[in-house]
């Protein structure tokens, strides 16, 4: 049974680039989150998708951004990317009400030069 | 809005001792509680979770928590830790209203000494 897939593993980008991570959910779910973990903190929750529609958003700028799939699978897109960027970018999938609680994949390592 | 407080940054136990990692939320209502464990470099796992009925919830891999709804606490806890238990903890509530989106604490990093 394939969990959450994420690629890549691993990227470096350059200030003000832009760049996209994607993310194949669990084989049965609908609904994909995106969390942001900067080095020594918990996951910031960025937004959420189902059915193809931004459902709830952190408080996240305006240039992350985000798109989902009809086969579900999901990406994260940022836009003139900054320093402060650099962190680990998990993608999360879930049933759409999430009530049998979210499968997390192992993430991106994003690094902003 | 929920919030998750883990007021140990980290914990060093030694290999076969007890473990209790303390985590504390806010939320209006009943909320739903979770605690995951990350390895280095690793996405996380989920422990365990607690939605509605018995307060003492068992997880995987002999953890269990406690939900006291009077101290707004979900206790983890462990009889014996092993080398391998060496990770970071995050305990997380999400909105029992809502779609349960984690909202997580910063972690406690767990430390095992042989």
């Known amino acids: 049974d394939a969990g959450v897939t994420q690629s890549p593993t691993h990227l470096i980008k350059t200030r003000g680039q832009q760049v996209t991570l994607r993310c194949s959910p669990k084989?049965?779910?609908?609904?994909v989150s995106w969390y942001q973990q900067a080095l020594g903190q918990g996951p910031q929750f960025i937004f959420q998708?189902?059915?193809?529609?931004?459902?709830q958003r952190g408080n996240f700028p305006d240039r992350f951004s985000g798109h989902q799939f009809p086969n579900y699978s999901s990406e994260l897109n940022v836009n003139a990317l900054l320093l402060g960027d650099s962190a680990l970018y998990l993608c999360?999938?879930?049933?759409?009400?999430?009530?049998?609680?979210?499968?997390f994949g192992s993430g991106t390592r994003l690094t902003v030069v | 809005a929920q919030s998750v407080t883990q007021p140990d940054i980290h914990i060093t136990v030694s290999e076969g001792a007890s473990l209790e990692l303390r985590c504390n939320y806010s939320?209006?209502?009943?909320?739903?509680l979770f605690w995951y464990v990350q390895s280095p470099g690793q996405g996380l796992q989920l422990l365990l979770k607690?939605?509605?009925?018995?307060?003492l919830v068992q997880g995987i891999k002999g953890f269990e928590a406690e939900f006291k709804r009077s101290q707004s606490s979900f206790n983890l806890r462990k009889p014996s830790v092993h080398w391998s238990d060496a990770a970071e903890y995050f305990c997380?509530?999400?909105?029992?209203?809502?779609?349960?989106?984690?909202?997580f604490g910063r972690g406690t990093s767990l430390i095992v000494h042989p």
């Open positions: 999360a999938s879930s049933l759409h009400h999430g009530g049998y609680g979210y499968t």
């Open positions: 084989s049965g779910h609908d609904t």
């Open positions: 998708y189902y059915e193809e529609e931004e459902r």
């Open positions: 939320y209006g209502a009943t909320p739903y």
């Open positions: 607690y939605f509605s009925g018995d307060t």
């Open positions: 997380a509530v999400g909105a029992s209203g809502g779609s349960y989106i984690p909202t």
